[in-house]
């Protein structure tokens, strides 16, 4: 799958929630896009990733 | 005196709308939010390897301000109502300001793409603020889909330029019911004051302030600039003549 551009491997059962975990420590406002559609932070946790996946995985920064 | 700004049914004092674009440290960002006066700033999503430090939201809950997320960097409708949701998701608002651009050289928006987005984010249920040329039939048509403001650039984004056509502004003023927000262009404290006079309804400026060789104070130049360019325009200006007209009397005067 890929994971903001880049292809990468990911453990079997790991969810959105995880993911997020991983990647996002310190940022408390994040949104997820998985194959061009929101991952409601809702359902994070029982979004299972799957093989093909592409990801999208987003914090603030500065904007005008 | 009480000036209500109004917006997407909130109220305001600051007809100040700040964006964070081009901040160069937390401690500039934090001392330029409080020295504009601000309530509303403006802010991004990116993948998560290239975003700010989250200590820009840190400061930016301190100040207090109001979020507004935008669609930078969209260049279809598409992108920009997922970029939106995104938003949404991040920030847990239904505003957005919806900037949906034509090209990299110019970022002038995209009409087309734009109304389209717009439209479809006000079905939705986003409070659309929609970045758009000065053009007033398009302005009106944005209103007309439901957009809670229309925000006209003045000139490209970052260019500096100011307000290229004062007069198109006018008219997409008197175009909507809406508040205008000009958006785009502005260099100096004197375009901001102009957007107010041409009887803009708040001003939204990032790069004038957060590339001035002193954010800080340009922050305080704006807002200063914003409360005149307000009072002026209520005030209500003289009219242009082609010549002079004495504000001395020349009955009584001596026959020297």
Known sequence: ?64 | MTDIFELAGETFDSRLVLGTGGITSMETLDRTVRASGTQIVTVALRRVEASADAAMMQVLDRCGVRLLPNTAGCRTAREAVLTARLGREAFDTDWVKLEVIGDEHTLLPDAVELLDAAEQLVADGFRVFAYTTDDPILGRRLADAGCAAVMPLGSPIGSGLGIRNPHNIALLREAVRVPVVLDAGIGTASDAALAMELGCDAVLLASAVTRARDPERMALAMRQAVEAGRLARGAGRIPRRWHAEASTQFEGLPDL
Request: hydrophobic share 45%.
């Open chain 1, 1 to 64: 799958m890929r994971v903001n551009g880049t292809a990468v491997d990911v453990a079997d059962g790991t969810t959105v929630a995880g993911l997020v975990a991983a990647r996002t420590e310190g940022h408390g406002r994040v949104a997820v896009a998985r194959n061009g559609d929101v991952v409601p932070r809702s359902t994070w946790e029982t979004t299972t990733l799957a093989a093909g996946d592409v990801l999208e995985v987003l914090a603030p920064t500065a904007g005008g």
